[in-house]
Nanobody
């Protein structure tokens, strides 16, 4: 059973920084794309950033230059968030496309979410 476990959320003042982590565990053969999404109250879930297995990255325009996504060889993805703004307040979700076995297809998984609150 695959699990994505997030950590690192919390309350921070505007201009501050937070680092989110997400560890994928369980029966995993390979991980393709890992990413972070967020959902603010009353809004749709949106892509924040994602990173492929070749380390290529994509960012939402709203976070470019402030957030940095990275991953390590142990199936953990990080999101370094700097210069945080009140509008960054949301529940942040980890997401991964991965194969559980060498012969299985790619399946998509979500973490449980971690709250990030930025006060003004």
């Amino acid at each position: 059973q695959v699990q994505l476990v997030e950590s690192g959320g919390g309350l921070v003042q505007a201009g501050g920084s937070l680092r989110l982590s997400c560890a994928a565990s369980g029966r995993i053969f390979s991980v393709n794309v890992m990413g972070w999404y967020r959902q603010a109250p009353g809004k749709q879930r949106e892509l924040v950033a994602r990173i492929s297995s070749d380390s290529s990255t994509n960012y939402a325009d709203s976070v470019k230059g402030r957030f940095t996504i990275s991953r390590d060889a142990k199936n953990t993805v990080y999101l370094q968030m700097n210069s945080l703004k009140p509008e960054d307040t949301a529940v942040y979700y980890c997401n991964a496309d991965l194969r559980e076995k060498s012969w299985s297809g790619i399946h998509n998984y979500w973490g449980q979410g971690t709250q990030v609150t930025v006060s003004s």
